[in-house]
């Protein structure tokens, strides 16, 4: 499947800041999902979307379905410590199947 | 509770000796993959099956084997490992085709030297 692409590659903040990443795709998806890897562990699903447009929270984290259906965004607010890790977008393609299509992945510092 | 296992975790080897890497799921799910992981490459897609005896290749296919005699069950089998086989390995599973929400295993670690 495609690479999709996420950005930006690496983030080095301060606790309390706002962070911003998203990731675009070449084709239209069904589907849009976020994922948190720490180190030593598995992704970990965090958000899922599933309609353009549409806007879901977690707690600190926030994902948007873009209304292209090529892209997706996360903010995560008020950065803490603990939200240190990389973090993956992850995509179901319209028509391509049934694999899921990932980004290389955003690596989130936070310094306290 | 509802989990991916993989055994082993890690696992070092030297070329050519085969090893079986197990992955298992307690949630009933019709689709599990494999990926391997690497650094700058991300996640990418070794095989995946849509249910019990049904497998397919995924993007990077090459070296690998699997099998599904069991829904629970997807193990991961290299006949003959070589060193650019060293990697991150991550089993997955998600109930149905459609609608994403893949759980992932913990993880293996693989190093054939």
């Known amino acids: 499947g495609q690479q999709l692409n996420q950005s930006p590659q690496s983030m080095f903040i301060q606790e309390g800041e706002d962070v911003s990443m998203n990731c675009t795709s070449s084709s239209i998806f069904n589907t849009w999902l976020w994922y948190k890897q720490e180190p030593g562990e598995g992704p970990v699903l965090l958000i899922a979307l599933y309609k353009a447009g549409e806007l879901t929270s977690n707690g600190r984290l926030t994902a948007q379905f873009g209304i292209t259906r090529k892209d997706s965004f996360l903010n995560i607010s008020a950065s803490i410590p603990s939200d240190v890790g990389i973090y993956f977008c992850?995509?179901?393609?319209?028509?391509?199947?049934?694999?899921?299509?990932f980004g290389k992945g955003t690596s989130l510092l936070v310094t306290p | 509770e509802a989990q991916v296992t993989q055994n082993p975790r890690y696992l070092i080897t030297v070329t050519g000796k085969k090893l079986t890497v197990t992955c298992s799921q307690n949630m009933n799910h019709e689709y599990m993959s494999w990926y391997r992981q690497d650094p700058g490459l991300g996640l990418r897609q070794i095989y995946y099956s849509m249910n019990v005896e049904v497998t397919d290749k995924g993007d990077v296919p090459e070296g690998y084997k699997v099998s599904r005699k069991e829904k629970r069950n997807f193990p991961l089998i290299l006949e003959s490992p070589s060193p650019n086989q060293t990697s991150l390995y991550f089993c997955?599973?998600?109930?149905?085709?459609?609608?994403?929400?893949?759980?992932f295993g913990p993880g293996t670690r693989l190093t054939v030297t």
């Open positions: 992850a995509g179901q393609p319209e028509e391509a199947g049934y694999a899921l299509n």
């Open positions: 997955a599973s998600r109930k149905g085709l459609a609608g994403g929400l893949e759980r």
